[in-house]
């Protein structure tokens, strides 16, 4: 009976060994691939693409130059999710309800691809951003040209009618109110400032969440891990429901619907 279990536990533990190897495989092909990949997107596929809106916009308006900006980020964001294929599989999973109108899409933040994960978002869109992304070589400059926005680079009024303004013009924004990345940890709580600016101006808010990117990459590293990333948009949340709510009701409410959505969806990846 001793010898039966110690050849079932030496066979379960030469089956894990193997998982691990080819776990581990996985890991150095998808990165020795995404990062040349990902600097030969940056170096020359933006380069290219800022030719093709010179051209474009030579003798355009402002706002169409704008729109082919925003336009040429979501390009660029869908080809490096696709630097990543097959090793990283992304899905968007869209609400039956859909907004009617520009909306204000309020996505959980737990890696640096999040703002790629972006590109998936349907119609014309802005980000609001913090700081940093702005101080990036060539990407922060097309990113101001495309008219993001960060609430910590000016008065809130100020954002507040600038952003308003991208409503009525039917830019949709999106946004990471947590502020800051969670990684693996649990969601952070948020700010109220995109939630102030849904008041304002009575647009729908669409709750976005985003599951399995916890690793891709892990928080504090540049080493991507092979995995499921899936974006699932909520129903929108429209002025009816949320017009007599104070800021921070509608952000806690917001908030815990996408936790628990999270929390089924973390579920399920991980069976």
Not at 12 to 29: D, G, H, S, T, Y
Not at 172 to 189: C, I, L, Q, V
Request: hydrophobic share 50%; proline share 7%.
């Amino acid at each position: 009976m001793n010898q039966i279990l110690f050849m079932l536990l030496e066979h379960v533990q030469r089956l894990a060994a193997n998982l691990f190897m080819k776990e581990k495989l996985k890991i150095i092909v998808l990165n020795v691939q995404f990062w040349p990949l990902f600097f030969l997107v940056t170096l020359l596929g933006i380069p290219m693409l800022a030719l093709w809106i010179f051209v474009r916009t030579l003798f355009s308006s402002h706002r169409v130059r704008m729109r082919i900006f925003r336009r040429m980020i979501v390009c660029y964001g869908r080809m490096v999710l696709a630097c990543m294929f097959p090793w990283v599989r992304v899905f968007r999973e869209l609400s039956s309800e859909k907004p009617t109108q520009p909306a204000i899409y309020i996505c959980n933040h737990r890696s640096t691809s999040d703002p790629f994960l972006m590109a998936l978002l349907p119609g014309e869109f802005i980000q609001v951003v913090n700081i940093w992304p702005f101080k990036i070589p060539i990407l922060g400059w097309f990113a101001k040209w495309a008219g993001y926005l960060s609430v910590r680079e000016m008065p809130f009024d100020q954002f507040s009618k600038t952003a308003a303004d991208y409503l009525k013009q039917g830019i949709s924004m999106a946004a990471f109110p947590e502020g800051t990345r969670a990684g693996e940890g649990p969601m952070g709580p948020f700010h109220s400032s995109m939630f102030r600016v849904a008041l304002a101006t009575g647009v729908p808010v669409v709750p976005v969440c985003i599951s399995g990117n916890q690793r891709i990459p892990l928080k504090g590293s540049l080493r991507l891990n092979p995995g499921t990333i899936r974006v699932r948009f909520l129903p929108p949340i429209t002025a009816d429901t949320y017009r007599e709510w104070s800021p921070f009701t509608f952000k806690n409410h917001v908030h815990d619907l996408i936790k628990t959505e999270l929390k089924e969806m973390d579920a399920k990846r991980l069976f």
